[in-house]
């Protein structure tokens, strides 16, 4: 594992075997230290371009807060050197399918990430500095701003499992902001509200059009909540968060309508992900089904929910579940219609970890598309049998949903 390896020699097992020869295609055990990859990666990025500790660029805006030594963790903003009308596009989950696996992991590696170290609590009664970052990140639109860093910025791309990766980064000494952040009046409201609870302010700027990534990037950045209970929360934990958070509330909505009239299939791919829906005419259940071509296993791995069974959290999926629900909730409410549903997520090789919201845009663009239409659970397995890579044998044995709807439908 330690061992250096020439890139080409590395390619060349991973295709042989089907799978990463340096973390075995497992996140949890990704070494960006010794990935080939990324050492290929670090050479497209030009250091040439911070040699000055003095930097001024447009902020997507992004705003990073870190979880490593929690509850004092690292926070700061991001800037791009690339322009405003590239930086604009550095947070805009809505645009990234749009982009290749290179270019996106170009454009997030050539932001500059400024880092200060800071109690979780400094929210309530923020420095100076902690303050500038939260004004920073209450902007809808790009700001231009300029840091001053402790050091030269080093280049040491690492991957999260929800959160998109960031490039050179060093320790920040000050920042300032070269115009007003562009502040939404729903942002406003939820913000100067220290009696909203951090859920009532969630919920009031989702459906108030505030785009998602900014309402996690606030909740971050201890901008929400009542006042004695504010507090930054690492970017990673805030993205589920506020994906629970809004699914929670759309799934009441949901639980009131009256249901599909037949079994529908969605699907689309990108970025070395597939992802294929399934709608069932039933009460509300959710189930993700999981499958890593990159490492096989016998069987997918899998969560699932059911209205009358406890709350627990996704262990075996993660944070990937709830982004995935999300979409499928945003449907059907928009819809006003209620089904179950059950998603089929298969990863190929040349995956690497990007963060979880390609899984909800991708779910998102095919729940976009025109569905294909079944009058029983057996024609719409056999349409997902035709599209999937994995034979439908080993998706059936691993859910558990489908076992539990046809007992239902051998009861009836």
């Not at 929910?305 to 990937?320: D, K, Q, T, W």
Request: hydrophobic content about 40%; proline content about 7%.
């Amino acid at each position: 594992m330690e061992q250096e390896y020439r890139f080409g020699e590395l390619e060349a097992m991973g295709e042989r075997r089907g799978f990463c020869p340096v973390c075995n295609g497992r996140l949890s055990a990704c070494r960006p230290a010794v990935c080939p990859f990324v050492k290929r990666l670090s050479a497209w990025i030009s250091t040439e371009r911070f040699r000055d500790r003095t930097v001024f660029g447009a902020s997507p805006p992004t705003v990073f807060v870190g979880e490593w030594g929690y509850p004092k963790v690292n926070i700061g903003p991001a800037l791009s050197t690339m322009g405003k009308e590239v930086a604009g596009i550095l947070d805009a989950h809505e645009r990234w399918l749009e982009f290749s696996m290179g270019e996106l992991l170009f454009m997030r590696l050539s932001l500059l990430h400024g880092k200060k170290r800071a109690s979780v609590a400094e929210a309530r009664m923020p420095s100076r500095l902690v303050e500038s970052f939260q004004e920073l990140a209450m902007s809808s639109k790009p700001v231009d701003a300029e840091m001053e860093l402790e050091s030269r910025p080093t280049l040491k791309p690492s991957f999260h499992v929800r959160e998109p990766p960031i490039g050179p980064s060093a320790p920040i000494l000050k920042v300032r902001l070269a115009e007003n952040p562009s502040v939404p009046r729903p942002v406003e409201k939820a913000v100067s509200d220290s009696d909203l609870r951090a859920t009532d302010a969630i919920l009031s700027m989702y459906r108030s059009g505030i785009k998602q990534e900014q309402v996690t990037r606030l909740l971050s950045a201890g901008l929400l909540g009542m006042k004695g209970e504010r507090k930054m929360v690492p970017t990673e934990w805030s993205i589920t968060a506020v994906d629970d958070v809004i699914g929670r509330a759309l799934r009441g909505e949901v639980l009131r309508y009256p249901l599909i009239d037949c079994y529908e299939v969605y699907g689309f791919e990108a970025l070395h992900n597939r992802v294929h829906i399934l709608l069932l005419p039933f009460r509300w259940a959710f189930e993700v089904l999981e499958y890593w071509h990159s490492m096989p296993t016998e069987l997918p791995y899998a969560d699932h929910e059911y209205p009358s069974f406890p709350e627990r959290y996704p262990e075996n999926i993660g944070g990937a579940y709830h982004a995935v629900r999300l979409p499928v909730l945003e449907h059907l409410s928009a819809r006003r219609r209620q089904a179950a549903a059950i998603v089929f997520v298969e990863v190929f090789p040349g995956w690497l970890p990007l963060g979880v919201w390609r899984l909800r845009e991708i779910s998102r663009k095919a729940l976009g598309m025109r569905c294909l239409k079944a009058s029983t659970l057996g024609e719409a397995l056999s349409l997902l049998s035709s599209k999937s890579s994995l034979p439908i044998e080993k998706w059936t044995c691993a859910s558990w949903l489908l076992g539990f709807l046809k007992g239902q439908s051998r009861l009836g």
